[in-house]
């Protein structure tokens, strides 16, 4: 036998929970020379049809002979993921413990998943004509739905298909004949694919500041190997401009770039200036997109078509064969951390990737997380500051108002609510910021003190006014509001507390004369409403904005003057240990959106906490100062980045099985290894939730070497546990949220 025929078992990655490579045949008939890791095959597993990835041929099986079983149809002609990506998804599976067939599988646009060809395909797409494009949008004021498209064409020159109008508009069609037969919009079937790239972009770049030279200079000589920045620059130093800059010098130079975003800062202002400004051809993978879209987005990048590509965090798993630089904006957010299934950290991944492909790669924000910070310290990462505001912006007075005995309404206090009326007497906006969504977290019967709490968690109903409906923030579910308390039946029934949507209707009974805009994720879930609301505040009329975290990122709000926190205390009294870093910089992210342009800003920070060492830090936008005191408690607690955490999760609809399957991982991890620590298991804060009891164990070492070692030799030893059948359980390495 010839050494290439012998090479005849198939090693793959099928989808699926199970922490194994898979072996087969090849098809029957196929020619053994044309396989290579990377391609696509139908194989039977179990009693279905799936499609897996190829990683490895080998010369032999553990599995008998007879007992294999022989792959369907090979689905590719070419490898649809190189060598380097499978390394890289490879070495994820391993270090995040998760099934290969997950991993890779799951890193794959759908319709590839599916088996469909790795081709581009054509659709219906609707773009402006170079007519079109002068038109004057106040020209169609009596057309509103012709003016709508009009204006969503803009704001996509690659052009929309019938997929992405329908989330934005309902019944466009007769809209859009109307502008085909104007001659101000051309329909073509054709794949829709990366942009490219803008004719009328802009040459002029602004002069950078000094620290925005130095940063600049710093990446432009550190092109071509592997080095980690961190770019730590405040809201409105620039750091967008630095990126452009380097972006253009690595599009010059041939290459590739990655741009990754969290989904909220992902915004049509941001692609827009990219857009603007980039004279390569861009692509883009986010949620909004068709899966059509998003198959021929990724093939472009994998097969060199597009010079950049800008997404979120699952992006990161795209192959870019000419890869040369890599871009992680807002590093800090949470997003880029996926909570479930594959549980990865896209920032963590993402300097994984530049260190196998030996690219630098920069990590950008105003709030850099202390993970990002320790590796400066530990000179992991070289730190480029951007102190000042670029141009003449100033950064926003920020002062804290003392609620201690005041009388509030609503979680407004007078002192606010006259600096509200100030500001917009001065014709400014103004921004408020409550975290917490809904009407009211708590209905309560006055009379015999029972509260609404969700059947299935253990949780409190919020009050949702405007539907009239109680509803469950952590499951979903929803009721009625009770009219009479079911315990006494009296009707006396208060609503404890305030979400945004009842500081709404208290900002517009008091202010009636100005518009008032909600923005949370009840106000926006319709597709297309919040660009709505982001017109109108670009317009730069006094409103007053109130508001979720969905307002801290992104976003340039030119003409909000004044940045209200009504809260600033729940991040000070949190069971987790992040919550204090998050509400540091959460407050400086809304504070951010305050004075960006001419106008100077002033935030006002409610607190019943006026001399909390770290909020003093914060007014004096001493983030340094802040993060370091976070570190040193960090330190000194042995917790990330000074230890390294796997959290294993289990849940069951019976009481006792997940801390009892939890009790015996504990067992088996002692006899594995008696140095790792294990704390717990311990019911979840919130015990139970959608009808499950939750329940968690935690592992902590001080070598992250040895947990990983040491996990890897737990992992298998669960799955064969006998109460690990009972209960749905999942290990969430570097978790980052401790519930
Ligand atoms: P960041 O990304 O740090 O929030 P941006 O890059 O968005 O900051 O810059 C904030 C504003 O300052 C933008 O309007 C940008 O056009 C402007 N800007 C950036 N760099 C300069 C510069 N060197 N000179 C003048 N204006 C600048
Ligand atoms: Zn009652
Ligand atoms: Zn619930």
């Known amino acids: 036998m010839s050494p290439t025929t012998s090479l005849s078992i198939l090693r793959m ?31 039977p597993f179990a009693n279905r049809q799936v499609v897996g990835v190829l990683l490895a041929l080998a010369d032999s099986s553990d599995i008998a002979p007879s007992k294999l079983r022989r792959a369907q149809a090979l689905l590719d002609s070419q490898p649809i993921l190189p060598a380097e990506m499978l390394n890289l998804m490879r070495w994820a599976s391993r270090y995040y413990q998760h099934a290969i067939g997950e991993v890779i599988l ?21 773009r402006l004509s170079p007519a079109g494009r002068d038109v004057d949008r106040d020209s169609l004021q009596r057309a509103p739905k012709q003016a709508a498209l009009l204006h969503i064409l803009k704001a996509h020159n690659e052009g929309l298909t019938a997929e992405m109008l329908n989330q934005q508009l309902t019944n466009w069609r007769p809209a859009m004949s109307r502008l085909q037969e104007k001659g101000w919009v051309d329909m ?43 770019l730590d620059g405040v809201t409105g130093s620039g750091k967008t401009e630095v990126y452009l800059q380097v972006i253009q010098k690595v599009l010059a130079a041939g290459q590739q770039a990655l741009v990754l975003a969290p989904e909220i ?102 709030t850099p997380s202390l993970e990002s910070l320790h590796n400066v310290s530990r000179q992991r990462s070289q730190q480029l500051s951007l102190p000042e505001r670029a141009g003449d912006a100033r950064q926003p007075d920020l002062r804290l108002l003392d609620v201690r005995h005041q009388k509030l309404e609503q979680g407004l206090s007078a002192q606010l609510l006259n600096s509200v009326q100030q500001h917009l007497d001065a014709r400014g906006q103004v921004l408020l910021f409550l975290n917490r969504r809904g009407f009211a977290p708590v209905l309560m019967c006055h009379d015999c003190g029972w ?43 208060n609503f404890i507390g305030a979400g945004t949507e009842r500081v709404e209707e ?37 409103v007053i ?79 340094e100062g802040f993060s370091q005191a976070l570190l040193k408690e960090r330190a000194d607690a042995e917790l990330p980045p000074y230890s390294h955490l796997a959290l294993l999760r289990a849940e069951s609809p019976e009481a006792a099985a997940a ?5 015996e991982a504990k067992q088996q991890a002692a006899i594995i290894h008696s140095q790792l620590l294990a704390f717990g298991p311990l019911p979840a804060p919130m015990e139970r939730r959608a009808g499950r009891f939750r329940a968690q164990l935690l592992f902590q070492h001080h070598q992250r070497g040895e947990l990983q070692h040491w996990l890897a030799r737990l992992m298998p030893e669960l799955e064969t546990m006998k109460s690990a059948r009972k209960v749905r359980w999942s290990i969430d390495v570097d978790p980052m949220e401790m519930y």
């Open 265 to 366: 800062g992902l915004t049509p202002q941001l692609i827009q200036r990219f857009r603007a400004r980039l004279p390569g051809r861009m692509a883009l993978l986010h949620s909004g997109l068709s899966d059509r879209q998003r198959l021929n987005n990724w093939l472009a990048c994998a097969n060199g078509e597009a010079d950049i590509l800008i997404g979120t965090r699952s992006a990161l798993f795209t192959p870019l064969p000419g890869l040369g630089l890599i871009i992680l904006d807002e590093e800090h957010d949470l997003s880029f951390k996926q909570q479930d299934s594959f549980r990865y950290n896209a920032r963590d991944l993402a300097i994984v990737r530049a260190q196998k492909s030996d690219i630098p790669i920069l990590l950008g924000s105003a």
């Open 188 to 230: 073509r079937e054709q794949p829709v694919g990366p942009e490219a790239p803008n004719p009328d972009r802009e040459p002029e770049t602004p002069a950078l500041n000094p620290d925005q030279q130095r940063a600049v200079e710093t990446l432009n000589a550190s092109l071509n190997r592997y080095q980690c920045f961190l």
């Open 13 to 43: 990655a099928v989808p699926g929970p199970l922490r194994r490579i898979f072996d087969y045949l090849p098809p029957a008939g196929c020619d053994l020379s044309r396989l290579q890791p990377g391609m696509r095959l139908r194989v």
């Open 106 to 126: 799951g890193s794959l646009p759908t319709l590839l998943r599916q088996g469909q060809a790795a081709r581009p395909t054509s659709e219906a797409c609707w």
């Open 451 to 493: 509260h609404a709490r969700c059947l299935r968690c253990d949780a409190h109903l919020t009050v949702h006014h405007g539907q009239q409906q109680l509803r469950c923030h952590h499951c979903g579910s929803q009721r009625r509001i009770d009219r009479r308390c079911p315990d006494c039946h009296s009707e006396n029934l």
């Open 545 to 623: 904005l109130i508001g979720t975290q969905m307002l801290a990122k992104g976003h340039h709000f030119p003409n909000v003057t004044l940045v209200g926190m009504l809260d600033a205390d729940y991040g000070l009294f949190s069971s987790d240990f992040r919550a204090s870093e998050r509400m540091g910089q959460l407050l400086l992210q809304v504070a951010g959106r305050a004075g960006r342009a001419e106008r100077p800003g002033e935030v006002l920070i409610q607190t019943h906490q006026p001399d909390n060492p770290l909020l003093q830090y914060l007014l004096r936008h001493d983030y």
């Open 506 to 542: 208290v900002l517009t009974t008091r202010f009636p004369d100005v518009r008032v805009l909600r923005i949370d994720r009840d106000s926006t879930r319709r597709k297309g409403s919040l660009d709505a609301m982001l017109t109108e505040i670009q317009r730069g009329e006094p």
């Open 659 to 663: 801390m009892q399957f939890l009790q």
